[in-house]
């Protein structure tokens, strides 16, 4: 994988402004660009940590997918932007927050706690899947982890 790939997916997805989904590991594959993700963290812990902390949180039982919004494509050999990822899940938020405590997301609101839902993008209501987003299985919604 590396950054074409991603950028061919974003592409595919109707580009950037339809603010798509992808699978982390899509993402995070040849990444090296600790701007690409969570540069608000200091120290950054490195986008090496940062994948495998998800890739972890994707191997769960209780979770069907790990996906990385694309925020913003950025001029070579810059990574794409992201500062959110979806959990398809059946746990509660809290859980999935504490599960990705080691690499800092922004504090849960009680908003995310209450309201399983897809963000509100380029339009797009909090129901209405974004571009690549796969199908939540019965029982499972998409928890939100942010980082600004």
């Known amino acids: 994988m ?22 982390a590991d899509l993402f995070f594959a040849g990444n ?14 490195g986008i090496g940590t940062i994948a495998a902390v998800l890739r972890a ?6 979770v ?18 992201a500062s959110s990822v979806y959990v398809v899940t059946s746990a509660d938020a809290a859980d999935v927050h504490a599960w990705a405590e080691s690499i800092e ?8 706690q209450e309201n399983y839902s897809w963000g509100e993008y380029a339009g797009r209501d909090r129901n209405t899947p974004p571009p690549g987003a796969p199908v939540v299985p019965s029982g499972y919604r998409p928890v939100v982890l942010f980082w600004d």
């Open 105 to 112: 997301p922004d504090e849960l609101s009680p908003q995310v």
């Open 57 to 62: 949180i994707e191997d769960r039982p209780d």
């Open 64 to 81: 069907s997918a790990v996906l990385v919004q694309i925020d913003e494509v950025l001029d070579a050999p810059d990574w794409p932007y």
């Open 2 to 23: 590396s950054r074409e790939h991603l950028l061919a997916r974003i592409s595919a997805l109707g580009g950037e402004n339809t603010y798509p989904v992808v699978p």
């Open 32 to 45: 090296d660009d600790d701007a690409s993700f969570a540069p608000n963290l200091d120290p950054h812990p």
